[in-house]
């Protein structure tokens, strides 16, 4: 317990700031701030901003968050006063910061059409606070019968310690196909290049602790690789070159229970899950489990 707010809410909610001394959350679908004082333990909680889809920190002292309303809006600890970013009725989601300036997040417009309630992706973007500018790194696209396409609505995944990688979760238009896994692309920041891997190679459901992030080597994360929704089924952690787009499994193939068939259901071994780094970056822990049975 830190002061009188962590009894509000969940843990899973909190993000600390860069340099620990702050903590944000949300509580009722609205953005709080509170300082970390772990001798007293009694600061009070400022209440940032009212119906929040996502916030991130953007550095130690700028709180970035979207509006439920729309546009891109921060909040300066130093001065106690609010900027608004972007004015917009598009939303700002499933935002990321690289904690040095740069915002990355998933852009949405909700409207109402024929009395029917739509979502139209844009894409994903990044934004340099101290540029001010917004950037369009990965376009969306609709689904498509005519040509076939099922579309595009690509979400951060994570990014790397030193900020020159952000991992993507290339999310399809489809939530029923996305629930049985999705590919994984990388954005290379200094090259300004998309990297997107081969659903045969790199498959995953996009889960955030699906994802392990090598916090000394940004070009090899760790992904539990592996189709079909449920968790104790085809399943295996390993690395991912990010560079040369290929996932090389942890565990000796006779262990592995997966399969290049992304939705098999039968294969025997272990499955795994859940994996995270040591603070080093020498060792990664996970979960598994023998699976012996076909459900």
Same mark, same amino acid.
């Given at each position: 317990? $830190?002061? =009188?707010?962590?009894?509000?809410?969940?843990? %899973?909610?909190?993000?600390?700031?860069?340099?620990?001394?702050?903590?944000?959350?949300?509580?009722?679908?609205?953005?709080?701030?509170?300082? $970390?004082?772990l001798i007293k333990g009694q600061k009070k909680a400022i209440k940032v901003a009212d119906k929040v889809v996502s916030y991130a920190w953007g550095n130690n002292n700028d709180l970035v968050y979207g509006a439920e309303k729309g546009g891109l809006n921060g909040f300066n600890l130093k001065t106690k006063k609010d900027s608004v970013y972007i004015k917009s009725e598009e939303r700002y989601e499933n935002m990321l910061s690289d904690k040095k300036g740069t915002i990355y997040g998933s852009?949405?417009?909700?409207?109402?059409?024929?009395?029917?309630?739509?979502?139209?992706?844009?894409? +994903?973007?990044?934004?340099?606070?101290? +540029?001010?500018?917004?950037? +369009?790194?990965?376009?969306?696209?609709?689904?498509? #019968?005519?040509?076939?396409?099922? !579309?595009?609505?690509?979400?951060?995944?994570?990014?790397?310690? =030193?900020?020159?990688?952000?991992?993507?979760?290339? &999310?399809?238009?489809?939530?029923?196909?996305? %629930?049985?896994?999705? %590919? *994984?692309?990388?954005?290379?920041?200094?090259?300004?290049?998309?990297?997107?891997?081969?659903?045969?190679?790199? *498959?995953?459901?996009?889960?955030?602790?699906?994802?392990?992030?090598?916090?000394?080597?940004? &070009?090899?994360?760790?992904?539990?690789?592996?189709? *079909?929704?449920?968790?104790? $089924?085809?399943?295996?952690?390993? @690395?991912?070159?990010?560079?040369?787009? @290929?996932? &090389?499994?942890? +565990?000796?193939?006779?262990?592995?229970?997966?399969?290049?068939?992304?939705?098999?259901?039968?294969?025997?071994?272990?499955?795994?899950?859940?994996?995270? *780094?040591?603070? #080093? !970056?020498?060792?990664? $822990?996970?979960?598994?489990?023998?699976?012996? %049975?076909?459900?």
């Open positions: 317990r $830190i002061g =009188d707010w962590s009894s509000d809410v969940c843990s %899973s909610d909190l993000s600390i700031s860069p340099d620990g001394a702050n903590v944000a959350y949300t509580k009722d679908g609205n953005l709080y701030l509170a300082e $970390i004082d852009v949405y417009r909700y409207y109402t059409k024929d009395n029917g309630q739509y979502i139209e992706a844009k894409g +994903l973007v990044k934004y340099d606070l101290a +540029l001010a500018k917004e950037s +369009l790194i990965i376009p969306a696209r609709p689904w498509n #019968d005519e040509k076939g396409d099922i !579309g595009l609505a690509p979400i951060a995944a994570g990014i790397s310690k =030193d900020g020159d990688f952000v991992y993507v979760w290339y &999310k399809s238009r489809s939530g029923s196909l996305n %629930s049985d896994g999705v %590919s *994984f692309a990388t954005y290379d920041v200094k090259n300004s290049k998309l990297i997107p891997y081969n659903n045969n190679q790199v *498959f995953a459901l996009a889960y955030n602790d699906n994802l392990a992030i090598n916090p000394l080597n940004g &070009k090899m994360p760790v992904l539990n690789n592996g189709g *079909f929704r449920d968790m104790n $089924i085809n399943k295996t952690i390993g @690395t991912v070159d990010v560079i040369k787009g @290929t996932f &090389k499994a942890i +565990l000796p193939d006779s262990m592995i229970a997966t399969t290049n068939d992304q939705y098999n259901t039968t294969v025997k071994g272990m499955v795994t899950m859940t994996p995270s *780094f040591s603070p #080093d !970056g020498k060792k990664v $822990i996970y979960s598994a489990s023998d699976r012996k %049975s076909v459900v």
